[in-house]
């Protein structure tokens, strides 16, 4: 009997680490987390991923699966180097995260940050199967985006290509974004640029709202979201506003890569079609004419999966499609 390929994906956030041993179906076999304590030395870090994997590797059926590699979701994670680049949130400046893996393990190791583990991932388990060309869009905390095109991950002069989140989406906004610059696309469609139009919006207009009561510091984007499902206008706003700067950036996007498809992935995609449908309609009114009607727009097909573990997984096991 033939076996089967299996890969270990890693997701390395600034609070916890957490891997699992994927096959070709998506499958996870087993895995764990643990804190990162991000304070601590990277070679800390790798110490105890190695163990934790090591040991969870007896657990599972060794004679019926072969283990073809290591892949790594994590934030400043550049693939061509194998390095992690001065993350936020952690202690560290540049390290050769794959150079030190390998110490442990006689076996391919490959890194990228979390939005190109996405799209690699949607390509091999989720909606993008059959798709070549196509952008996967995380709207968290900030804006991530993946890109294949030709079926190829678009890594750029350096690994760092697909930025979306820091094309400037509204000249001359206040509104100051992590990198520095103001009025960056990702201050207006994240999680956190949702938060702060609701709040411009409570406090420059009188219409009753549900979030009123929510004590403003303490206002997160979920809130904006239920409260935006139970017709309250003041969150409809909000989700409009932020639908109408994503739909466009979308649109100029499409203009240059062409793609087949945007996925939407992340915190803000789990609002459905209270992103999904206005994203829509306002891309399709900014796309040139020869593209309207060919780009597709859909929330992710990893969406309520462990979609961190099965991205980096993917990174190894798309070689074997």
């Known amino acids: 009997m033939s076996k089967l390929n299996i890969a270990v994906g890693v997701d390395i956030g600034g609070t916890n680490t957490s891997w699992g041993f994927v096959d070709e179906q998506g499958s996870i076999l087993a895995g764990g987390s643990f804190e990162t ?18 040991s969870d590797f007896i657990t599972i059926e060794q004679d019926k699966l072969i283990l073809k590699g290591i892949g790594i979701g994590a934030p400043n994670a550049n693939y061509i180097r194998g390095t992690i680049e001065h993350p936020p949130n952690f202690d560290w400046e540049v390290v050769n995260f794959v150079e030190m893996m390998k110490e442990h393990f006689d076996l391919p190791v490959v890194i990228t940050n979390d939005a190109n583990a996405a799209a ?118 909000a989700f409009d506003i932020t639908a109408k700067v994503l739909g466009a950036a979308l649109a100029n996007t499409a203009a240059i890569l062409s793609p087949q498809a945007f996925f939407l992935f992340g915190g803000l995609a789990n609002a459905g079609d ?20 060919k780009v597709d727009v859909q929330i992710s097909g990893l969406q309520d999966k462990n979609a961190a573990i099965l991205g980096a997984a993917a990174l190894i096991l798309q070689s074997e499609k």
């Open 274 to 293: 209270l992103i999904l449908k206005p994203v829509k309609q306002y891309m399709e009114e900014n796309l040139p004419f020869i593209f309207k009607d």
């Open 37 to 54: 304590c991000a304070d601590e030395p990277a070679d800390k870090l790798i110490d105890r991923l190695a163990k934790a994997i090591k």
């Open 120 to 237: 690699v991932g949607e390509m091999i388990f989720g909606k993008a199967q059959q798709l070549k060309d196509f952008v996967v869009i995380t709207l968290g905390t900030g804006i991530g985006s993946g890109i294949i095109t030709g079926g190829n991950l678009l890594l750029g002069n350096d690994s760092i290509a697909g930025e979306l989140g820091h094309i400037t989406a509204e000249p001359g906004s206040d509104r100051k974004c992590g990198c520095g610059k103001y009025g960056c696309l990702e201050t207006f469609a994240s999680a956190t640029g949702i938060v702060k139009t609701a709040k411009k919006l409570l406090a420059h207009q009188e219409k009753q709202s549900s979030l009123r009561v929510i004590q403003i510091d303490q206002l997160a984007s979920s809130d904006i979201g239920k409260a935006a499902q139970k017709g309250d206008k003041l969150a409809l706003e």
